[in-house]
């Protein structure tokens, strides 16, 4: 079925660590964001991308990556992670521009613990 | 930037009445209002849109009425079910890429 994949669906990572969330889709949209939702709190944009190559950062950046080497992939890497970055990320995609519909698809999220 | 809020962090219902969720927003020239449902361990899911140039859109037993003077929006659920249980976001966008979600709404239904 056609959407967003996120990979993995549950991760711990202990203080320092780095990794990589993975996020694909198939409906060959330009416009793809990451989201990170905490207990009580709306979603609050990380990084967004309206097309490959062509990155910028959201409301709460700091400590998290991203690069739009191609429409599909749209990776978010943490650096050296720390408790605060504990939460459910989510990455999201839609066809972008003008006046175009700006409904987005979600993956199904990630939980991350740092520990 | 823009603001967006919520009157009730949640709403309790009984199955089969009306579910009326408020939104409200701080930005005069946003122009696109979603409307999105989150049930439990999933991501949110879009449910209605409307633009600033209308002020209802009906859907399948969903209303979103827009009142642009006051700057509110709401959604109505009509005869509302036990699946229709989860949490609810309003979104909202201007001329920017950048949309703002508000906290959400738990929709309480009990049988």
């Known amino acids: 079925n056609a959407g967003v994949t996120q990979t993995p669906k549950f991760q711990v990572l202990k203080t320092g660590q780095s990794m990589t969330l993975q996020c694909a889709q198939d409906?060959?949209?330009?416009?793809m964001s990451w989201y990170r939702q905490d207990p009580g709190m709306g979603l609050r944009l990380i990084h967004y991308s309206v097309g490959a190559g062509i990155t910028d950062q959201g409301e709460v950046p700091n400590g998290y990556n991203v690069s739009r080497s191609t429409t599909e992939d749209f990776p978010l890497r943490l650096l050296s992670a720390a408790p605060s970055q504990t939460s459910v990320y989510f990455c999201?995609?839609?066809?972008?521009?003008?006046?175009?519909?700006?409904?987005?698809?979600f993956g199904s999220g990630t939980r991350l613990t740092v520990v | 930037g823009e603001s967006v809020g919520l009157h009730l962090p949640t709403l309790s219902v009984q199955e089969g009445d009306n579910s009326i969720i408020n939104c409200a927003y701080s930005?005069?020239?946003?122009?696109?209002f979603i409307w999105y449902k989150q049930e439990s361990g999933k991501g949110p899911q879009f449910i209605i849109d409307i633009r600033s140039n209308m002020d209802k859109r009906q859907g399948q037993r969903v209303t979103v009425l827009l009142n642009k003077t006051v700057k509110h929006l709401s959604l109505q659920i009509a005869a509302t079910q036990p699946g229709d249980s989860a949490v609810y976001f309003c979104?909202?966008?201007?001329?920017?890429?950048?949309?703002?979600f508000g906290r959400g709404t738990s929709l309480i239904v009990h049988p």
């Open positions: 999201a995609s839609s066809y972008s521009g003008g006046q175009g519909g700006y409904g987005y698809t």
């Open positions: 930005n005069s020239a946003s122009d696109y």
């Open positions: 979104v909202v966008k201007g001329g920017s890429y950048i949309p703002t």
């Open positions: 409906m060959n949209h330009e416009y």
